[in-house]
C-alpha cells in the first residue's frame, strides 16, 4: 500500500511541476526561430520588451538547417512567425518550397540586388565573407596560405582541418565556390572535383561541428582551416584563441544571412514589427560591435563599425542559384568519390 | 562531489546489481514475443505454467485492453505506418523502386554493412569486458570492493553530447591521454588519432559494455550455486562447469544483454559523426541524406535500418527461448555464492579492478575538467594551465538555465511515470499468455520505437499530428508543451515494459492464486501481492527510462517549444554558440542531477512494502 501511496505521490509531484511550467497565454506573442544564439536573442528581445511591454516574445535556438526541417515539418500548422537567420540559400529553398511568406521592409532600397529575394521573401541582414584560418602560434603570418591554391601546397599535407560541409552553410559555401570557379567555364564539376581531390590529400580531419573545429586548430591537430570571419572575430577576441586570417587573394563567397516571415504565421504583424526592429541601423550597429556581425544595409554610417569589418573584402562572384541547385548533387559525389580517399 | 558520489554509485549499484535480479535481467527470460516459445526446463521436467487461469474479470480486463490499443495505435502504428507507406511511394505511385535504387547502390551497401558489422563488434567487445567484469566483482572480495563495482557502472549516465566532447579531450590525438605519451615518449606527433573504427568501437564498447556487466552480475548472483557444486563433486572441472552449467545459466541474461548492445550500437548516431572518420554507418547515412534534402532516401534508410534491428529482435530471441530454466531450476535453492577472499588471485583480482574502474572514471573527470577549464587557455598542454569558475556562474546566474532543469526533470518524470503505469496496463495483458500470436505482435509492436531513430520517432509523430486528419481528428500535438513528454515516453517505454513485465513474469502464480481462493478483489492481489514483489524491477526500469529521457537531444529538436526547452537542447546551444565550457557545466549539472535520481530511487526502492 506504501507503494501504491508512493506512486501517487509522484504523479501527483510531476502534475505539479508541470503546472508551474505552463506560460501564461497571452494574445500578443511572437515566436522566433533562431540560430543566432541566446545571448544575442536576450539582448534584442529585453530591448524589444522594454518599447512593447505587452507582448511576449519566444525564441527557439537551432542550427540553420534544423529550423528549415522544422518550418518544413509544421508547414500544416506553422508554429514559428518569425525565422531570423539562415544563409540565403536556404532561405530561397524555403521560398521556393512555398514556406515563406513576402514581407518588404521599408529599408528595402538599402541592400544590393544580391542580398534580397526578387519575391520579397527574405531581405538580407548580415553578411559572412569565408577566410583561410590558422594557428598564429605555429605558423608565422608571411608562411600562411594568402589564396585558395594555397592550401593544397603540399607543405601543408595533413595539417588542414575541415568542418564537414554538409550540415554547414559556410562550408557548401566554400566547396561551392571552389567547384564553380571551373564549372563556370568548363560547364561540368570535373575541374572543381580535382581541386577538392587535392585538397582532401591535404586534409588531416573533417570535423563534426564549428566548436570542434576551432579547438582542434588552436589545439595543433592540424594549422590551417577554411571558415567565417565572424566566427573568427569571436574566437580571437572573445576567447582568445591564438588564430589569425587571410583573405583569400583571389576572392572569397560572401553569404548573406537573412530574416523571413513564416507563412502562415500566427501572430504576422507582431513579427513584421520585430523584424523592422532589429534590422534598424542603430540595431545592425549594435550586433555588428557586440556580435561580430556585418550589416547588409548600405546605409549604415561604416565609421561606428569595428575596423576589421570595413576590410576591402573582395566578393567572389558567384551563382547562387546554381550552387544551390548542383550542390546536393556535387556533395554527394564528393562525400562518396573523394572524402577520405587520401587515407585508405 | 565526492561524498556524493560515493553514495550515488552505492545506489547505482543497488539499481543495476540488484533490480535486474527480478528486473532487467529477467526480460530475457520472457518468451512472449519468441518465435516458439518452449515450456521445457533443462531437466525435462515442464515449468509451472497455469494453463487453466480463470479469465480475469472481463470490465478491467476490458479497460486495459482498450488503453494498450489506443496508445499502440496511436503512439505506433498510426505515425510509424506513414513512415512505411511514404517510403513505398514514388511520385505518389506505389512502388518499391525506392528500395530497389538504394540497395543499388555501394554506399548504402557498405553502410549497412559496416553498421551491421560495427554493432556485431561490439557486441563481442562489450561481452568480452563486461562479462569478465561481473565475475571479477561478484566472485572475489576485497577492499571496497563495492565502491569499485558500482564505478563500473558509470558509463550509463556519461551525458550525450557532452559525453563524446569527453571522450576527445580525454582519448583524442590532442587529448590528455596523447599528451601524456607525447611527453613520456618525447614524442614530436600525437601518437595515435582517434578515428575510424578502432575509435568507434572504443567509444561503443565504454558506453554499452554496461549491459553486460550489469545483466550477468544480476544473472551470476541468480545462479544456482548448488549445480555447480553437484558438478565439481561429480568430477568436473572448473572449465567444464563454466561452460556447462555456469554460462547455460546465465543465458538468458546473456541474450538480453547482446541485444540491448546490438540495437544501441545500430542506432549509435554521435560517435560516427564525431570520429569515425571514413566509417559509414546507416544513421550517420541517414542524417547525411537530410541534410542533403534528399527525404526520401532518408526515410527508406531509415525502414531498413528499424528492419535491420527488429530482426535481430526475432533472431536473439528465437535463441533464447531455447535456454529457459535458471528460474525453475534455482526454485527454492539457497542463493549462495561463493567469494575468494584470500590468495594472490585475490589480490589480482582486485589490482585490475580497482585499475579499470579509475580507466572508466577518467571521461567523468575530463568533462569536469573541461567545465572549469578557462576558454582558449588550453591549447598544447596537457592538463588546462587555468580555471574558472565562469561557466558555472553563467549557467546558475542564468534564470532561463533553472527554467530548462525544471522542464527536463518534469517531462522526463512524467514520461517515465506514464511508462511505469502503462507498463502495468501491458504486463497485466500479456504475462503468462506467451502462446498467443497477438501476444508476440503486442511485445513486437511495443519495442519499434526502441529500435527507430529518436529523428524519426519526432518526425513521424510531428507530421502525424501536425494537421487534423481522420485518426486524429483535430487533435494537434505539434506546438504544445505535450509533444515532448509523449516521444520521451513513446522512446523510452519499451525499457519499462520489458522490466515490468520480466518482475511479472518471476512472480510465482501461486501466491496470486492463494490471494484469489480468499477471496481478495483483483485490484487487492494486484497492490498487495504483485506491485510489492514487482516494485524494485519496476523502480529499476522507470528510472532507467527517466534518466536518459534527461538527456534525450535527437528528437526533441524537432519538437520542442519554448514551454519545454531541455537540457540537450541547452547544451546544444552553448556548443553552437562556442561555449565548450558552458556545455560541460550543463553536462557536469546534469549528471549531479543523476546521481540525485539514483539515491532517491534508492530510497524508493527500499520502500516497498
Given at each position: 500500500m506504501r507503494a501504491a501511496k508512493l506512486l501517487l505521490t509522484i504523479a501527483c509531484f510531476s502534475a505539479l511541476l508541470f503546472s508551474c511550467n505552463r506560460s501564461g497565454s497571452s494574445t500578443n506573442k511572437l515566436l522566433i526561430y533562431t540560430p543566432h544564439g541566446q545571448d544575442m536573442l536576450r539582448d534584442f528581445v529585453a530591448q524589444y520588451k522594454t518599447q512593447h511591454p505587452q507582448v511576449t516574445v519566444e525564441f527557439l535556438d537551432m542550427g540553420s538547417r534544423e529550423i528549415l526541417e522544422r518550418v518544413r515539418a509544421e508547414r500544416n500548422r506553422p508554429q514559428a512567425d518569425l525565422w531570423w537567420g539562415a544563409a540565403h540559400t536556404t532561405f530561397q529553398t524555403a521560398a521556393e518550397e512555398n514556406l515563406l511568406a513576402p514581407y518588404r521592409p521599408t529599408w528595402n532600397a538599402n541592400v544590393p540586388e544580391s542580398s534580397r529575394d526578387a519575391n520579397d521573401n527574405w531581405y538580407g541582414t548580415y553578411q559572412t565573407p569565408e577566410v583561410i584560418v590558422y594557428n598564429s602560434d605555429a605558423v608565422k603570418a608571411e608562411e600562411a596560405p594568402k589564396d585558395w591554391d594555397d592550401v593544397l601546397d603540399p607543405k601543408w599535407r595533413d595539417k588542414v582541418l575541415i568542418r564537414n560541409?554538409?550540415?554547414?552553410d559556410s562550408m557548401r559555401a566554400i566547396f561551392g565556390a571552389m567547384i564553380w570557379r571551373f564549372y563556370k567555364d568548363a560547364g561540368t564539376p570535373d575541374k572543381g572535383y580535382e581541386w577538392l581531390r587535392r585538397l582532401d590529400a591535404n586534409v588531416h580531419e573533417y570535423t563534426a561541428d564549428g566548436t570542434l573545429l576551432m579547438q582542434k586548430l588552436v589545439r595543433r591537430e592540424g594549422l590551417i582551416t577554411l571558415w567565417n570571419l565572424p566566427d573568427v572575430w569571436i574566437y580571437k577576441e572573445?576567447?582568445?584563441?591564438?588564430i589569425a586570417y587571410n583573405f583569400p587573394a583571389s576572392g572569397t563567397p560572401v553569404i548573406t544571412d537573412g530574416i523571413a516571415i513564416v507563412r502562415g504565421a500566427q501572430h504576422e504583424a507582431e513579427a513584421k514589427r520585430f523584424y523592422e526592429f532589429v534590422t534598424t541601423s542603430e540595431a545592425l550597429v549594435l550586433a555588428a560591435k557586440k556580435y561580430y556581425r556585418v550589416p547588409v544595409r548600405t546605409d549604415i554610417d561604416r565609421s561606428q563599425l569595428p575596423a576589421w569589418m570595413n576590410e576591402k573584402v573582395n566578393a567572389m562572384p558567384l551563382d547562387w542559384n546554381v550552387l544551390r541547385k548542383q550542390s546536393g548533387e556535387w556533395l554527394r559525389y564528393w562525400d562518396t568519390e573523394i572524402r577520405d580517399h587520401n587515407k585508405q | 562531489m565526492c561524498g556524493t558520489s560515493l553514495t550515488f554509485h552505492h545506489d547505482l549499484r543497488m539499481f543495476w546489481g540488484y533490480a535486474p535480479l527480478v528486473g532487467v535481467a529477467q526480460m530475457s527470460k520472457h518468451p512472449a514475443t519468441v518465435g516458439q516459445s518452449r515450456h521445457r526446463t533443462s531437466d525435462g521436467k515442464a515449468a509451472p505454467v497455469s494453463q487453466r487461469r480463470p479469465p480475469v474479470a472481463l470490465s478491467p480486463r476490458l479497460i486495459l485492453l482498450l488503453i494498450v490499443g489506443v496508445v499502440l495505435l496511436y503512439g505506433v502504428i498510426y505515425p510509424n505506418l506513414h513512415v512505411v507507406l511514404q517510403s513505398l511511394q514514388r511520385d505518389g505511385n506505389w512502388s518499391l523502386q525506392n528500395y530497389r535504387e538504394i540497395l543499388a547502390q555501394r554506399i548504402v551497401l557498405k553502410a549497412i554493412i559496416s553498421s551491421v558489422a560495427i554493432s556485431v563488434l561490439t557486441v563481442m567487445f562489450c561481452a568480452g569486458i563486461g562479462i569478465p567484469l561481473a565475475f571479477l566483482f561478484e566472485r572475489f572480495t576485497f577492499p571496497a570492493r563495492r565502491l569499485f563495482a558500482t564505478l563500473a557502472a558509470l558509463p550509463l549516465v556519461l551525458p550525450p553530447l557532452v559525453g563524446t566532447v569527453a571522450f576527445i579531450f580525454l582519448c583524442g590525438e590532442s587529448g590528455i591521454l596523447a599528451r601524456v605519451a607525447q611527453s613520456i615518449f618525447h614524442l614530436e606527433r600525437a601518437p595515435w588519432s582517434l578515428r575510424g573504427w578502432p575509435a568507434l568501437l572504443l567509444f561503443h564498447a565504454y558506453t554499452m559494455y554496461p549491459f553486460f556487466y550489469v545483466l550477468t552480475g544480476a544473472g551470476l548472483s541468480r545462479i544456482d550455486a548448488a549445480l555447480a557444486e553437484a558438478g565439481r563433486s561429480l568430477g568436473a572441472r572448473r572449465a567444464r562447469v563454466l561452460t556447462r552449467i555456469v554460462l547455460p545459466q546465465l543465458t538468458p541474461s546473456l541474450v538480453a544483454a547482446a541485444l540491448l548492445t546490438f540495437m544501441t550500437s545500430m542506432a549509435s548516431f554521435s560517435a560516427p559523426l564525431l570520429f569515425g572518420g571514413g566509417v559509414r554507418m546507416l544513421t550517420l547515412e541517414i542524417y547525411t541524406a537530410r541534410q542533403r534534402g534528399d527525404l526520401t532516401l532518408a526515410l527508406t534508410e531509415t525502414v531498413i535500418l528499424a528492419v535491420i534491428s527488429l530482426s535481430a529482435l526475432v533472431f536473439f530471441q528465437r535463441y533464447e527461448g531455447t535456454r529457459r530454466f535458471a528460474a525453475a531450476a534455482m526454485k527454492g535453492a539457497a542463493k549462495t555464492r561463493r567469494t575468494i577472499a584470500t590468495g594472490s588471485a585475490r589480490v589480482v583480482a582486485m589490482a585490475f579492478g580497482v585499475l579499470f574502474s579509475l580507466l572508466l572514471v577518467l571521461p567523468v573527470l575530463t568533462l569536469v575538467v573541461v567545465s572549469f577549464a578557462r576558454e582558449g587557455?588550453?591549447?598544447?598542454?596537457?592538463?588546462?594551465?587555468s580555471y574558472t569558475l565562469a561557466n558555472y556562474a553563467r549557467i546558475f546566474s542564468d534564470s532561463a538555465a533553472r527554467e530548462v532543469f525544471l522542464n527536463s526533470l518534469s517531462m522526463s518524470a512524467l514520461a517515465a511515470v506514464a511508462a511505469l503505469l502503462w507498463s502495468f496496463c501491458v504486463a497485466a495483458l500479456i504475462v503468462r499468455k506467451r502462446r498467443r500470436t497477438w501476444h508476440r505482435l503486442l511485445s513486437w509492436l511495443i519495442l519499434v520505437p526502441w529500435a527507430l531513430p529518436g529523428t524519426v520517432v519526432a518526425v513521424s509523430l510531428a507530421e502525424a499530428y501536425g494537421k487534423p486528419s481522420s485518426l486524429a481528428g483535430s487533435f494537434i500535438l505539434v506546438g504544445t508543451f505535450w509533444i515532448l513528454p509523449v516521444v520521451y515516453f513513446l522512446r523510452f517505454m519499451p525499457l519499462v515494459v520489458r522490466s515490468v513485465q520480466a518482475s511479472m513474469e518471476q512472480v510465482d502464480e501461486a501466491l496470486d492464486q492463494a490471494g484469489r481462493s480468499l477471496g481478495a478483489r483483483w485490484w487487492q492481489r494486484f497492490f498487495r501481492i504483485t506491485l510489492p514483489l514487482v516494485w524494485p524491477g519496476a523502480v529499476a526500469g522507470t528510472l532507467l527510462a527517466f534518466v536518459i529521457a534527461l538527456g534525450e537531444y535527437v528528437a526533441s529538436v524537432l519538437v520542442f517549444v519554448p514551454s519545454n526547452r531541455p537540457i540537450s537542447i541547452a547544451i546544444a546551444s552553448e556548443l553552437r554558440d562556442f561555449n565548450l565550457g558552458a556545455a560541460a557545466a550543463y553536462g557536469v549539472v546534469l549528471m549531479a542531477i543523476i546521481a540525485v535520481s539514483m539515491m532517491v530511487a534508492g530510497r524508493l526502492e527500499r520502500l516497498r512494502s
Open positions: 560541409p554538409n550540415p554547414s572573445q576567447k582568445g584563441f591564438p | 587557455s588550453w591549447t598544447t598542454q596537457t592538463l588546462p594551465p
